[in-house]
């Protein structure tokens, strides 16, 4: 027989009258425990308090809760593996244009002291990515999309951007929190029926994932795109060109997903968005390199 909710009088009565039968005696109450989500929102809040840091830059609040050294070691660890897995190019023309480039950005960050790498690695993907603690890796298939040197700025300044904002330790901050919020929901539904509780705890999953870690991973990208335009404009390179690189980027993507299931903002919201930040990476650009003829850097 299966239990049934225990919604009506009826039920609850009827479970109390034979409360002697051993195998009634353990069936679920049905109840929601409400300590296990105090408790959770009691140590998030204490957890949170303690584990606060600001973005540079932008000055955004955000929850690490691993030393810059954790977070440095680990960077430096994936990045040894990932690079003995990829067919890393050591000399050549493309090893010099992102050496070239980075060289310029690297002075320009707030991260300057991190021992900064950049490897190229050949591929046919168009990508680029930057582990914690400054490592970068640039795959000679997103050369040809970025064209040129403010191209390239572009693409290396927003993988800096996500190294010195310390996304990588605030998402693991992020999934660490959503498993205990996880356990949390788990142990407060411990009581009710097996169906109730997977219904609850899907309807958790999706909500965590698209109502919390989706959106944060778009906020990370779009901090990444203004952050590292300002890198480039100090660095006096055309800010004016990173919008057309992530429209380049956006007509080569094949398969475009919707930008709510996405982990990137929509090509187009992102060309929008650096619209708005012009104005203000042109004056920084004005501010830096004002002793520059234009166009030369
Ligand atoms: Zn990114």
Redesign the pocket.
Known sequence: MRFRFPGSLRGRGALRGLGTSRALRSRRSGKLRVWPLLVFVAFVGFYYVSNQQEVPLTGRTQLVDMTRAQEVALGVQSYRKILSELDVVSVGPEVEFVQEVAELLVPVVEEADFSWEFSVARSPEANA??LPGGKVVVYTGILPIVGNRDGLATVLG??MA?AVARHGAERMAQQKLAQWAGMAVSLSVGEMEPATQRMVLGAFGVGSRFGVLLPFSRK??SE??YMGLIYLARACFHPSEAPEVWRRMGQHAAHRQLEILST?PAPETRVQQFQQWMPEALAVRREYCSSRAEGER
Do not use: P, S, Y
């Open positions: 990515f930057a927003h993988e996500h990370h990208e990444a795109d990137h």
